[in-house]
């Protein structure tokens, strides 16, 4: 599979588009869920319920609060020695290891205290300054939406 066709790319109502490089090398059941929530339509319309300058942007909770997740079960964690840098995408999940589902982050910056404890299973290639642009809070007062998620094919 080429990069081309292992990217997601995230349509934001902003007017950019993110272009995430899948990495099923690295957690290839987290690359699998993406895409699988990304070709149902399950990211489309939705928020990023929690954005912090200078750490990550967090999406993926269909119901904006950062308590949901999908109806599919929750995954085993995937964890790697890549680092959380800027620009990194990996999975939100609760104290425990294995209970990421739907929600992720990108990183917004060097975040290396989340080294070894988050699956990684994405980098953004192109669009990064639309990440940058979201507005930030917890939550912020307007949220940034997702209006369309896609496999680049």
């Known amino acids: 599979m080429s990069d081309e066709q292992n990217s997601l790319v995230l349509s934001l109502d902003s007017g950019g588009d993110v272009v995430?490089?899948?990495?099923?090398?690295?957690?290839?059941?987290?690359?699998?869920?993406?895409?699988?929530?990304?070709?149902?339509?399950?990211y489309?319309?939705?928020?990023?319920?929690r954005v912090i300058d200078g750490f990550m942007a967090q999406g993926g909770d269909p119901t904006g609060t950062g308590t949901g997740g999908s109806?599919?079960?929750?995954?085993?964690?995937?964890?790697?020695?890549?680092?959380h840098v800027r620009g990194v995408a990996s999975m939100a999940r609760a104290?425990?290891?294995?209970?990421?589902?739907?929600?992720?982050?990108?990183?917004?910056?060097?975040?290396?205290?989340?080294?070894g404890?988050?699956?990684?299973?994405?980098?953004?290639?192109?669009g990064m300054e639309h990440v940058d642009a979201l507005p930030k809070g917890e939550p912020p007062r307007e949220p940034g939406r997702i209006v369309k998620a896609s496999l680049r094919d």
Do not use: M
């Not at 404890?117 to 192109?126: A, C, L």
């Open 20 to 42: 995430i490089r899948l990495r099923p090398d690295l957690a290839p059941g987290h690359v699998g869920r993406i895409r699988e929530l990304a070709q149902e339509g399950f």
């Open 44 to 49: 489309d319309d939705t928020v990023f319920h």
């Open 71 to 83: 109806k599919k079960p929750d995954l085993p964690a995937e964890f790697s020695k890549e680092p």
């Open 95 to 115: 104290q425990n290891p294995n209970s990421a589902n739907s929600q992720f982050f990108i990183c917004l910056d060097e975040c290396g205290f989340l080294d």
């Open 117 to 126: 404890q988050y699956t990684i299973w994405g980098e953004v290639v192109e």
